[in-house]
């Protein structure tokens, strides 16, 4: 398994290209817009450049790492050689299904579909293909390049020698994969989303402000970053999608998103990709949050 094609060049899509481009793997990036394209290579060359002169990898690495890089804006041409495709789009269902059925038509019958969701149905998105055993979830953490998780979601259908490549190949990254069963939000965000949530209704009730929140957890709980700060971290919009899922799912009220989550969304205040979530985010405060990721 040499050859991989990662779908989609956002902030997911570009960390996992970089780190299988940086392990000496040869990377096809793909988006429908060549500007998300040289945006997304942009990232990496700047985060390579963090990384060398944190004296984390050389520049030799860095070089021969954009070098396994090629970008395209077609699918079909960037999954003919493919030996794994990893979908890492929008966290949308019928975005993600259209897109793997035209998987499952162009790449290789030989291919290893993997999607990159942090919570929607492996089971679903691998009956839109004529290769469910071949279909399986691979969800990094953000920041890719730095983070060490890889949460590897078995579908009903995914066969156990898919999984064990999967398993093998996350190792090769120098990831830490822990092998997972299908259900919504899997691990990581069945767990976490619901505490996201909590802070949020914390601060709808009037309990506290952001700032004391995300103190209380801090300082009290020993989390990095307050809990209302991280879901602007990972996007409002993709917390509020999430929990929508494991809503529709369980049928469980615990799960139901806050309504001030709904209407901080609706009014596109997404966090910090947008500029504005719980906090404020100027470009030169976007740019120290990043730089901080890579210490």
């Known amino acids: 398994m040499k050859n991989i094609t990662v779908i989609g060049a956002g ?14 793997y040869i990377v096809n990036l793909v988006d429908i817009s060549q500007d998300a394209l040289d945006l997304g290579l942009a990232t990496i060359t700047k ?13 030799a690495t860095k070089i021969s790492t ?30 993600k299904l259209k897109i793997f059925k035209q998987l499952d038509a162009e790449a290789p019958s030989k291919t290893i579909l993997a999607t ?3 919570s929607i149905s492996i089971t679903k998105i691998a009956a839109v293909t004529n290769r469910p055993d071949k279909v399986i979830g691979m969800h990094f ?6 983070m060490k998780l890889v949460e590897i979601i078995r579908g ?8 064990k490549t999967i398993m093998k190949l996350s190792e090769s990254l120098k990831k ?69 899922v494991m809503y529709d799912g369980f049928k469980n009220p615990k799960y139901a998103p806050c309504p001030l989550l709904v209407n901080m969304v609706q009014a596109g ?19 120290e949050i990043i730089s901080q990721q890579f210490k």
């Open 269 to 287: 205040k997404l966090g910090i990709k947008s500029g504005e979530g719980f906090y404020d985010y100027s470009e030169s405060r976007k740019a």
């Open 116 to 118: 990159n969701t942090s």
């Open 141 to 146: 953490m953000n920041p890719v390049p730095i």
């Open 66 to 95: 954009l070098n396994n890089l090629t970008t395209f804006t077609s699918i079909s041409e960037g999954v003919k050689n493919a030996d794994l495709v990893i979908e890492a789009a929008t966290e949308n269902v019928d975005l």
């Open 47 to 59: 985060n390579l450049d963090r990384l060398v002169s944190k004296d984390i990898i050389t520049e």
């Open 11 to 24: 902030t997911m899509g570009n960390g996992i290209a970089h780190v299988f481009a940086q392990n000496n």
């Open 156 to 163: 009903y259908n995914t066969s156990n020698e898919v999984t």
């Open 176 to 244: 830490v994969p822990v092998e997972v069963n299908d259900y919504p939000g899997f691990v990581a965000n069945r767990i976490l989303m619901p505490m996201l949530n909590e802070a949020i209704e914390t601060l709808y009730n009037g309990v506290a402000g952001v700032y004391e929140i995300d103190t209380v957890m801090k300082l009290g709980m020993a989390h990095p970053m307050g809990p209302l700060q991280l879901s602007d971290f990972i996007g409002l919009d993709v917390c509020l999608s999430i929990l929508n």
